[in-house]
């Protein structure tokens, strides 16, 4: 994985202020004259936290926006019941509890909400849960969207750790994961964001794991989003959706041996 370090975008006592607190929080290093040793930079600007990849001729900076205009005119499309993940993930118009075991910068986690539903987002990467919080709280104030992101509770930490912990009425309806792709997959779906992501957070080569521990601790059923033509992570799906770009496996929960 690569290292980052916690930077102020400008000199201003404020920023440096806030660098240095967000720094400590999440245990990484404030960067300065030294900022080349790095792989990526969590930056604190005036108006957002981005993550910066460091280096020449590197993408722009990746953050969390869902005030974006191309967001808010898809909102409607968003709350569609049509959509595959919908569809995946069981939705019939009563809302359910989703643990998003991979919450990444909460893209899925945001649908998931628009449709009603309420999401726990777990994540795990310390900087990539700095962004999605920071885009949530951005957001929260907000007259349309403000009330969309309220359903999104961003929990930090590992997801294994989390559904394992839960007291059995507190087991989610559906369990949605999303582990990066495989790196075979050259889609334009591997986006600059998720490339710097994967950088920063890793390969999630232990997704496997992770759906072992969703199918025990879920009270419907998990629902793993894949590239079409990926193998199935640990075991074929009950059944699946099929895109063009993504598929979703769907696997009902493991019932208890007694
Ligand atoms: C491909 S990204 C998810 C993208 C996300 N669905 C979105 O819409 O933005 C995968 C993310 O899952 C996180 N992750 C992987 N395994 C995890 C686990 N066991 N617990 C918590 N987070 C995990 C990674 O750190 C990474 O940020």
Do not use: W
């Amino acid at each position: 994985m690569g290292r980052v370090g916690v930077a102020a975008e400008s000199e201003s006592a404020g920023l440096r202020s806030r660098t240095a607190g967000l720094a400590h929080a999440l245990g990484l290093p404030v960067t300065g004259s030294d900022a080349e040793a790095f792989d990526a930079l969590l930056v604190v600007t005036t108006q957002r936290i981005e993550l910066r990849p460091v280096g020449p001729k590197q993408a722009g900076p990746v953050y969390v926006d869902f005030l974006a205009g191309a967001m808010r005119r898809r909102l409607r499309e968003l709350a569609s019941t049509r959509q595959l993940i919908a569809r995946a993930v069981g939705f019939k118009g009563s809302p359910l509890h989703i643990v998003d075991a991979t919450a990444g910068l909460g893209r899925d986690a945001f649908v998931l909400a628009c449709l009603g539903c309420r999401v726990t987002a777990v994540e795990r990467s310390p900087a990539i849960a700095a962004l999605l919080a920071d885009g949530l709280e951005r957001a929260a104030g907000d007259s349309v969207v403000g009330p969309l992101v309220e359903r999104i509770r961003l929990v930090r930490g590992d997801a294994r750790d989390y559904l394992a912990d839960l007291g059995e009425g507190d087991q989610p309806d559906v369990t949605y994961i999303d582990p990066m792709f495989p790196h075979q997959v050259k889609t334009a779906l591997v986006k600059k964001e998720m490339r710097l992501c994967r950088l920063v957070a890793g390969d999630d080569l232990d997704a496997g794991e992770l759906l072992r521990v969703a199918l025990t601790f879920t009270r419907g059923r998990v629902v793993v989003k894949r590239p079409p033509r990926a193998p199935n992570l640990l075991k074929p799906p009950a059944f699946c959706y099929k895109g063009k770009i993504v598929r979703y496996d769907v696997y009902p929960r493991v019932a208890a041996s007694k």
